[in-house]
């Protein structure tokens, strides 16, 4: 069930804001587990690495390239790197993005435009450089990480720019999957909620959480129905789903892994 053997997985932002585990280092791990050859990006390297040493440990492949995803000759190299030495694309998976706070009053230009960058441009460029193989193929499968900020209101926090972004993300996915659904490919989103992954410590505490972590990690547990944040494992088993061949009649959709939030407060 939900193996991935022989299969090439190009996958973007693999390793992690801090320690442990975030979305994109334990996909890329769970792709390996199940028999795919992981092609990573990440602009730091050697979190990157951190990643691709894992699944070397475990014996599986990972190569690493570095690569800023807003940058779309970076990302053109990154692919022709993948194809010169895995010689197709079977799947994607843009996993990099990240939130910063501000309602359009307080939030600079400067940043609105990193952010639309970092979590929409970023997932425009992959595609742009990896469909055309994926065409050329007959076959492929792209899977993007948006987030229950493009979906539902944040709880009091505003979000102005990561809510409008990842929207975007969901909403070009379905676009995506519909232009490529007679061409072999599908298109579909993980929509992750409240996910505890070293980004709560290594960026939420200092962000909002007044530097407590303890008391943001308690507020974010109680918010959700099941009782607590998920974590990085979560998004990876709903990705490798999605890139799977159990879920070849799934496209232009999305699976929502948030342990009730948003049918909570939708
Ligand atoms: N952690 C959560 O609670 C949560 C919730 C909902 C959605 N998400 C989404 O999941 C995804 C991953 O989140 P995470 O918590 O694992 O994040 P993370 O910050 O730990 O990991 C993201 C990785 O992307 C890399 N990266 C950042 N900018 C990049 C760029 N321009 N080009 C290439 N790589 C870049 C970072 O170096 C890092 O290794 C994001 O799209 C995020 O919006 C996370």
Not at 21 to 47: E, M
Not at 100 to 112: I, K, L, N
Not at 168 to 176: E, Y
Request: contains cysteine; glycine residues 10%.
């Amino acid at each position: 069930m939900l193996r991935l053997d022989n299969k090439i997985a190009f996958i973007t932002g693999i390793g992690s804001v801090g320690e442990g585990w975030g979305n994109g280092r334990a996909t890329a791990t769970l792709f390996a587990r199940q028999g795919a050859v992981v092609f990573g990006t990440d602009i730091n390297p050697a979190a990157a690495d951190t990643t691709a040493a894992t699944i070397a440990a475990e014996g599986g492949v990972c190569a690493v390239q570095r690569c800023d995803g807003t940058d779309s000759d970076a990302v053109a190299e990154a692919v022709k790197a993948c194809l010169a030495r895995f010689g197709r694309i079977d799947i994607l998976v843009n996993n990099v993005g990240g939130s910063a706070p501000g309602d359009p009053v307080s939030m600079d230009e400067a940043v609105w435009d990193m952010q639309m960058d970092l979590n929409l441009k970023t997932v425009f460029l992959t595609c742009k450089h990896i469909l055309p193989v994926m065409q050329a193929q007959g076959a492929g499968v792209v899977v993007n990480v948006a987030s229950v900020a493009g979906i539902r209101d944040q709880l009091g926090r505003d979000y102005i720019a990561y809510a409008a972004s990842k929207a975007g993300v969901i909403r070009m996915s379905k676009a995506i999957a519909m232009s490529n659904a007679k061409k072999g490919i599908r298109c579909n989103t993980v929509v992750p909620g409240l996910m505890h992954t070293p980004l709560v410590e290594a960026r939420l505490v200092r962000q909002i959480g007044g530097n407590d972590a303890e008391k943001l990690i308690a507020e974010r547990n109680a918010r959700v129905p099941l009782g607590k944040m998920g974590d990085a494992w979560d998004v990876a088993h709903a990705v490798l789903f999605l890139a799977s061949d159990e879920a070849k009649y799934i496209t232009a959709t999305e699976i929502v892994v948030d342990g009730g939030v948003t049918a909570a407060r939708p």
